[in-house]
């Protein structure tokens, strides 16, 4: 199938003559004569790229540019600037709006068909490159879901129906009972749904600019307080509050919001928690180093080879013969994501056999 091209030029003759250079490659050319007309001709045809002047009547290319990249029909369409200008400035302006290359007037037939056959290639090298990415994700995510999913499901039905069929012949004690293996099971099932969806959470929040920087405007006023209170909720969770050590000298405004934080706290401390043995240490240490807080998990767990840390995603999962594969791979690819997003960094020293120390650093509202 053709490749579709959306010629945007207020000078007939030249529009004219673009589209029957690049009709005559094979291409289907739609038309615009100007930038609004160029708009709403780029939403309805949804062209594979976009070759538009900058000096037009009306809305110039640069406003054009701006209002496509908004509409999600649109943001990642390959741009291309025609123009006659070629100061440094005005490169930079269209690269700054998303501009993907220039062809400055007058230019040959051959410069026209290499950058638009330059940019297209590009398009979709990145296009087989996302779907390989997206099929590799749905791939690994089906059988960490649906292996961890399956056991609670299973309680969940099994106790439930039990105590619906059976309890004439129940005491009270025993329904008690079996209800409270319903209640866990339902509790570790709605953290596998929250983590997941934390995660398409994370994953739309950095294409919305507008509802990050929002964000970004919140701020955590008392970290240590979310770190002494998460880690220990954590630690008991496990049945191991005697194995946690928490030590901090520092409680400055990060920028960021508490919610996140607690996330990040609630991920690296349970890591440490599930992968080491009971009665060995976890150190939980923050402090401030120059203009970041850092905070540290140290455990004396079974560690992670060089590998592993490197091919650290999404759904993936380690060490499944240890603790009956408690999680779905998400805890620390949540974290990276989120320290992504709000300008901070994670540091992993892990040795096999050894233990693992996470190193968090977040900024400080100075």
């Known amino acids: ?6 010629v945007i030029e207020d000078t007939d003759e030249v529009r004219e003559n673009i589209a029957e250079i690049l009709e005559n490659e094979g291409f289907m050319v739609f038309q615009a004569e100007n930038g609004d007309l160029g708009i709403a001709k780029a939403i309805n045809t949804q062209p594979d790229l976009i070759l538009c002047d900058i000096m037009m009547p009306g809305k110039d290319g640069y406003e054009v540019l701006k209002e496509l990249r908004k509409n999600i029909l649109t943001s990642t369409t390959p741009f291309i600037f025609l123009t006659a200008k070629n100061a440094r400035e005005d490169l930079r302006q269209g690269m700054i709006l998303g501009a993907d290359d220039y062809i400055s007037k007058p230019f040959t037939i051959d410069e026209l068909i290499d950058s638009v056959n330059t940019r297209l290639k590009k398009a979709e090298e990145f296009r087989k490159k996302s779907e390989a ?66 995660f398409y ?38 049945n191991r509050k005697n194995d946690l050590f928490l030590l901090g000298d520092a409680n400055p405004t990060l920028q ?58 999404a759904f993936t999962q380690f060490n499944p013969e240890y603790n009956q594969q ?33 190193k968090v650093s977040l900024p400080v509202q100075i």
């Open 133 to 198: 990415r997206l099929e590799e994700i749905t791939r690994a995510m089906g059988f960490p879901i649906t292996s961890v999913i399956e056991q609670p499901l299973r309680a969940i039905i099994g106790f439930s129906h039990m105590v619906m069929t059976e309890y004439p012949n129940l005491e009270k004690p025993e329904i008690a009972e079996l209800m409270s293996l319903v209640y866990r099971a339902g509790m570790k099932l709605n953290k596998i749904v929250k983590k997941t969806m934390m």
């Open 326 to 358: 408690e999680g779905i791979g998400l805890g620390l690819t949540l974290v990276k994501k989120i320290l992504s997003l709000f300008g901070g960094e994670l540091q992993l020293k892990s040795s096999a056999g050894i233990g693992t120390t996470l």
């Open 256 to 313: 960021i919001p508490c919610q996140y934080l607690q996330t990040i706290v609630e991920e690296i401390v349970e890591n440490a928690l599930l992968y080491s043995p009971v009665l060995s240490m976890v150190k939980v240490v923050w402090g401030l180093d120059r203009h970041n807080f850092v905070v540290s998990v140290s455990d004396e767990g079974i560690g992670m080879s060089q590998q592993q840390i490197a091919s650290i995603g």
């Open 201 to 238: 959470h994370l994953e739309a929040l950095a294409y919305k600019n507008d509802e990050l920087e929002e964000l970004k405007l919140s701020h955590c006023n008392d970290p240590s307080e979310v770190i002494k209170n998460i880690s220990t909720r954590v630690a008991q969770l496990y």
């Open 1 to 6: 199938m053709s490749k579709k091209i959306l």
